[in-house]
């Protein structure tokens, strides 16, 4: 049974920094690309970040020189390292893997970037 448990979110102050985390289970995580998505209050979920199980990476352009994404297949864990956060990286995030072609999501970790 595939499961993702994220953790790390909280309240940050813009310029600040948060480092995600989220752990797998039930695959071999190191065989799948994992993904980083987000959403606000009224807004569709986006994609945020991509790792693929060669470690190639790519960013939606609002994040891209502040976000990066990694992994570390031995812990079967995906982190979210986030600089300079901005108000408008506020959201809940959600981490996301597909495993024969069936989408597993976890929870979702609140990410609020407010003085």
């Known amino acids: 049974q595939v499961q993702l448990v994220e953790s790390g979110g909280g309240l940050v102050q813009p310029g600040g920094s948060l480092r995600l985390s989220c752990a797998a289970s039930g695959m071999i995580f190191g065989f799948y690309t994992m993904a980083w998505y987000r959403q606000a209050p009224g807004n569709q979920r986006e994609l945020v970040a991509i790792?693929?199980?060669?470690?190639?990476?790519n960013y939606t352009d609002s994040v891209k020189g502040r976000f990066t994404i990694s992994r570390d297949n031995a812990k079967s864990t995906v982190y979210l390292q986030m600089n300079s956060l901005k108000p408008e990286d506020t959201a809940v995030y959600y981490c996301?893997?597909?495993?024969?072609?069936?989408?597993?999501w976890g929870q979702g970790t609140q990410v609020t970037v407010s003085s």
């Open positions: 790792i693929s199980r060669d470690r190639s990476t």
């Open positions: 996301h893997i597909r495993v024969r072609l069936r989408d597993y």
